[in-house]
């Protein structure tokens, strides 16, 4: 098993930025695609970002393409969300996860998770 820990939420304006990361421990980091998801008050859990084992390669729901990043340092076990210009229908609570394979979005298919960590967007 492994343990991850999200930290980087907070308040921030519409267009504003921000910052999300992912320590990972427990368990080698490299072995594991990385996902973001979010869930709103009253909204199912949904993906925003997934990486592959080496950072090379990465998808995005349509909603956040383009505006937010994902990377990964696995020298230091710790994922990324580069969050841009966002809107107060981002606000949600942000988590990591593992997963073992490639290509999946549905959180069924992501093995560990972290408690979350809260960004609310104010317009």
């Known amino acids: 098993q492994v343990q991850l820990v999200e930290s980087g939420g907070g308040l921030v304006q519409a267009g504003g930025s921000r910052r999300l990361s992912c320590a990972a421990s427990?368990?080698?980091?490299?072995?594991?695609?990385m996902g973001w998801f979010r869930q709103a008050p009253g909204k199912e859990r949904e993906f925003v970002a997934a990486i592959n084992w080496s950072g090379g390669s990465t998808y995005y729901a349509g909603s956040v393409e383009g505006r937010f990043t994902i990377s990964r340092d696995n020298a230091k076990n710790t994922v990324y969300l580069q969050m841009n210009s966002l809107k107060p229908e981002d606000t949600a609570v942000y988590y990591c996860?593992?997963?073992?394979?490639?290509?999946?979005?549905?959180?069924?298919?992501?093995?560990?998770w972290g408690q979350g960590t809260q960004v609310t967007v104010s317009s």
């Open positions: 996860a593992t997963s073992a394979s490639f290509g999946y979005t549905n959180p069924r298919d992501f093995g560990s």
């Open positions: 427990g368990r080698p980091f490299s072995n594991y695609v």
